[in-house]
């Protein structure tokens, strides 16, 4: 299983953009690198996937370098609602978890 | 459509109590999977199945036994509840494997006094 490490906390305005950066250097050749957010009290739930290079939908995109060892969440312009825990999910391993805190 | 549903949404065991945490999906995912979340420690695998009749082992297996024995089902059993094993737990489902496009359920706050 692939190991992740993922910063504990980001601090952030509204209106800007967020990178939250994963470190998987042990990740496998079949495995997908999938970010998800999750509020109190409620299960994760899925932001975007990716294998390599760069995806994008319509509330974030995702890079992903050649040699598929971090990847980097990006959220253009947050807002308040926005303040969740974001995680990383390479293959079947969970990040520890990033506390995004988004204030006016 | 319900997704992925577990119950119960709570429950309290004594330690040496055993019991099912249940877990249901409707979209017909061959892949399932339990997780444990813990403060600081994120999400822990415990056990996953690539389809019924097929299962494996997480990164924290001990103590919990699953089986599947249809596409939908996919229980936890807890053996001898020990106070480590209180936890939320949650339940995942994709159409494939790799992690892609998990649903979640809602969680099971377990607490063992």
């Known amino acids: 299983l692939a190991k992740t490490t993922q910063p504990i906390s980001m601090d952030s305005y509204e209106g800007q953009e967020v990178n939250i950066t994963c470190s998987h250097n042990?990740?496998?050749?079949?495995?997908?690198i999938t970010w998800y957010q999750q509020f109190p009290s409620q299960g994760p739930r899925f932001i975007i996937q990716?294998?390599?290079t760069k995806v994008t939908n319509e509330v974030a995109s995702l890079f992903i370098p050649a040699d598929r060892k971090s990847s980097t969440l990006s959220l253009p312009r947050v807002s308040l609602s926005d303040t969740a825990v974001y995680y990383c999910?390479?293959?079947?391993?969970f990040g520890k978890g990033t506390m995004l805190l988004v204030s006016p | 459509n319900a997704g992925v549903t577990q119950t119960p949404k709570f429950q309290v065991l004594k330690t040496g109590q055993s019991m099912t945490l249940q877990c249901a999906q409707d979209m017909n995912h061959e892949y399932m999977s339990w997780y444990r979340q813990d403060p600081g420690m994120g999400l822990r695998l415990i056990h996953y199945?690539?389809?019924?009749?097929?299962?494996d082992q997480g990164e924290v297996p001990n103590g919990y036994n699953v089986s599947r024995s249809t596409t939908e089902d996919f229980p936890l059993r807890l053996l001898s509840a020990a106070p480590s094993q209180t936890s939320v737990y949650f339940c995942a489902s994709s159409f494939t494997g790799g992690g892609y496009g998990y649903t979640f359920g809602s969680g099971t706050r377990l607490t063992v006094v």
């Open positions: 999910l390479v293959g079947l391993t």
């Open positions: 042990n990740i496998a050749t079949n495995d997908y």
């Open positions: 990716g294998y390599k």
């Open positions: 199945s690539v389809g019924a009749g097929i299962t």
